[in-house]
């Protein structure tokens, strides 16, 4: 009864007064973002890991290079520099081409910078479960005839899957957590929102408690379906010793 006294539960109602909705609303951003610049990255990562393995030397060098900035400098700096800077260079551009100003939307910024972040992790595991793949495996599909694109298919993206899974998710719940960055940007996501409520109100506790159950409450759900997918991939899998 005293925490109750102490506690005003009526804050996080979902109509006014209260902020439950306005919260909510910050945690429907914060995923949209994190699924947008998770997926992203990911196709930046698929891309930097064959242009890697197989890429020419100037392709290497300049993915060497992009992977090693990102991993090297802070996430806030880069968010800072891509949110601001990268919106200033592409208006430059486009004037410079006889066409006016573009105003960019927070979630489209935001899924641009948390994809560049991604991308530069994601190169790495994927370039590193593509070589651990049994060489033995991709030579007796070539041996069989196979084209280069059905050894992708049929041999190489299902072997790598188990050792790229686990990799994958960590930079997935990682996703979830950097959008909470983009708060410095004033983006309207869930930091954003309950750093308002709590201000606003001044039930610091109470708001950031229950934005921090609702991010718990996405890890939970993710680990649900990152375990599920990770036995599925790993079926029929034999660990290499």
């Known amino acids: ?26 945690f429907l951003h914060s995923i949209q973002i994190a699924v947008g610049g998770y997926a992203l990255g990911l196709l930046l990562g698929v891309g930097g890991a064959f242009g890697k393995l197989y890429g020419g030397p100037v392709t290497r060098d300049l993915l060497e290079c992009y992977t090693t900035i990102v991993r090297a400098v802070p996430e806030l700096v880069l968010i800072l520099l891509l949110y601001y800077a990268g919106t200033d260079l592409l208006n430059q551009l486009l004037g410079a081409v006889g066409f006016g100003t573009v105003d960019i939307s927070g979630l489209m910024a935001g899924i641009f910078v948390i994809g560049v972040v991604q991308g530069a992790y994601s190169t790495e595991v994927l370039r590193g479960a593509i070589k651990a793949v049994p060489a033995g495996q991709i030579e007796a599909a070539r041996a069989y005839g196979m084209s280069p694109g ?3 298919r049929r041999v190489t993206l299902p072997a790598m899957l188990p050792y790229a899974i686990p990799g994958l998710a960590n930079l997935w719940l990682i996703a979830t957590k950097d959008t909470a960055l983009l708060a410095v940007v004033g983006f309207s996501e869930l930091t954003l929102v309950t750093r308002q409520a709590a201000g606003a109100t001044k039930a610091y506790l109470l708001f950031f408690c229950a934005a921090g159950a609702l991010y718990l409450a996405l890890t939970l759900v993710s680990n649900v379906f990152i375990g599920a997918l990770e036995r599925h991939a790993r079926r029929g899998f034999v660990e290499q010793r």
């Open 150 to 152: 059905k050894v992708l």
């Open 1 to 26: 009864m005293a925490a109750d006294s102490i506690i005003n539960w009526s804050l996080l109602s979902l109509s006014a007064p209260g902020w439950g909705g306005v919260l909510l609303q910050g």
